[in-house]
């Protein structure tokens, strides 16, 4: 089977062709044309002129309903129109001041009054450095140097987190990182709290826990149930710091994250994307005495050495912190969850209905906060999305699609839905007609990945 067929080739030079133009302008200025990994694809990335509410249109002249939203960070949508007026009334007031203001403690109260582990907060400019910063806290609070993390999840880009995203997981996907750095983590299999404790009894330098409380990769590999509640037990038994990803299911699952909807409390929480309404911005929320350490004290050798170091230039910034809080603002009724969440849920069931009809192997699978797609896989069935674990292992649901997964979301292109390659995520402004939509355009992209060989008989 070859994923690159002529036929798929030439649909797409056909219904793309300004972007193949434009892609070939950007690879004279970006190494592989693109600003981020998860915008590449072959032949060319789309080209999006303009966005509003669950759509957005590319310089070829196509419209679509979309399921990146912002990479997760639009919960309300694109352009808002309370998020919009604000930001544009601030951008008359300034963009930078080099200086404190009252929009970050609006924001900050915001993050505390939603987020329950949030007793004090620290803004950053991305999730990246949201994780980075709390793993920095928590070895600095417990004084030993190792982190767990597991398989499958994701936690930004620096080094400390860049072992155990992807297959293989005891190599680092990602040249230029340090075996001294590799050698501070600890990797273990998801959903298995035999094995964090017996991590925990055997090494003493293990000093904090990190994941996406909703399971790896924004779901992929779902979280079981009891699993974080066990986890939060052990890391009391031992005095481990136990930290919450939520740059993605934070206030996506309800006003105060994936803490609030499954009942655990962590140590310190990660946010980016929602937190900031689409603009740029993190932040960190956790125990007081942990964040504290991010305290003056006026004590000269405790200050130099005895604290962590928090500069960046763009904390705080009041374009951002508009955002967020006026985002947060209407996150904090619930409805705008709520919405999203049924909309995923009834998409979920109306895309197996369409594998089912077309007896094509693979299931659609997710919850909440989104969805994954198992299309065209003989070992999946659309009944084993109620239950994805009984039936695959954490290394399988990795390994999803495989080579399909670009070819589906090309043809998921040309049918007018844009979602990253196996997955997706809804938005307040996401109507039943758009699922109703998305899920006829779904059916034709199966008979598009029929026509070019790639699924079924032909």
């Known amino acids: 089977m070859h994923t690159q067929s002529s036929a798929m080739l030439s649909d797409f ?7 193949l133009n434009k892609y070939e302008e950007a690879k004279q200025v970006f190494p592989a044309g693109v600003t981020h990994d998860g915008r590449y694809l072959q032949p060319a990335p789309i080209y999006v002129t303009h966005a509003e509410g669950s759509r ?10 979309d399921y990146w939203v912002g990479h997760g960070a639009l919960l309300l949508g694109h352009n808002h129109p309370q998020v919009t007026q604000a930001v544009s009334e601030q951008l008359q007031r300034g963009t930078h001041y080099g200086a404190s203001h009252q929009l970050e403690i609006q924001w900050g109260q915001w993050i505390q009054k939603l987020v329950p ?5 620290r803004l950053t400019s991305s999730g990246t450095e949201a994780t980075m910063m709390a793993i920095r806290l928590a ?7 190792k982190l767990i993390r597991f398989s499958g999840h994701f936690h930004g880009w620096h080094d400390t987190v860049m072992m155990g995203v992807s297959l293989p997981y005891d190599a680092p996907n990602s040249v230029g990182i340090p075996d001294e750095t590799l050698s501070t983590v600890v990797v273990l299999p998801p959903n298995e709290i035999e094995a964090v404790e017996r991590a925990i009894q055997t090494d003493p330098e293990i000093g904090a826990i990190i994941l996406e409380p909703g399971g790896a990769s924004n779901g992929r590999i779902p979280t079981k149930a009891g699993f974080l509640q066990d986890l939060r037990d052990v890391c009391t038994k031992y005095g481990v710091v136990l930290i919450f990803d939520e740059v993605i299911s934070g206030f996506r699952y309800a006003p105060g994250g994936a803490q609030e909807y499954f009942g655990v409390m962590p140590d310190m929480t990660t946010m980016a994307k929602i937190v900031a309404g689409g603009l740029p ?3 960190v929320g956790g125990r007081a005495d942990i ?6 004290t006026g004590d000269k050798q405790r200050d130099r050495y005895g604290r962590m170091s928090h500069p960046g230039t763009y904390n705080g910034n009041p374009l951002s912190a508009t955002a967020g809080m006026t985002a947060l603002s209407i996150a904090a009724t619930g409805d705008p969850q709520k919405k999203a969440g049924a909309s995923c849920l009834k998409l979920i069931q109306g895309l197996n209905e369409v594998l089912k009809f077309s007896e094509t192997p693979g299931c659609v699978y997710g919850d909440v906060a989104g969805f994954h797609f198992l299309v065209g896989q003989a070992d999946f069935h659309p009944e084993y999305a109620e239950n994805i674990l009984e039936y695959a292992s ?4 990795t390994v999803g699609m495989g080579l399909l997964a670009k070819p589906m979301r090309i043809a998921m292109l040309m ?3 844009d979602k990253p390659a196996s997955a997706g995520r809804l938005s307040a402004a996401h109507t039943d007609e758009d699922i109703g939509q998305t899920i006829s355009a779904f059916e034709k992209a199966i008979h598009r990945m029929e026509r070019w060989g790639l699924i079924g008989d032909s």
């Open 13 to 19: 030079q056909a219904h793309f062709p300004k972007a």
């Open 394 to 397: 954490p290394e399988r649901l």
């Open 56 to 65: 957005k249109w590319d310089i070829d002249g196509n419209e679509y309903i």
């Open 117 to 121: 582990s949030a007793e004090k907060v």
């Open 291 to 296: 964040m504290d350490q991010l305290d003056f």
């Open 415 to 417: 049918e007018g839905i």
């Open 139 to 145: 070895r600095g609070f417990t004084g030993k140097k």
């Open 281 to 283: 911005g993190g932040a």
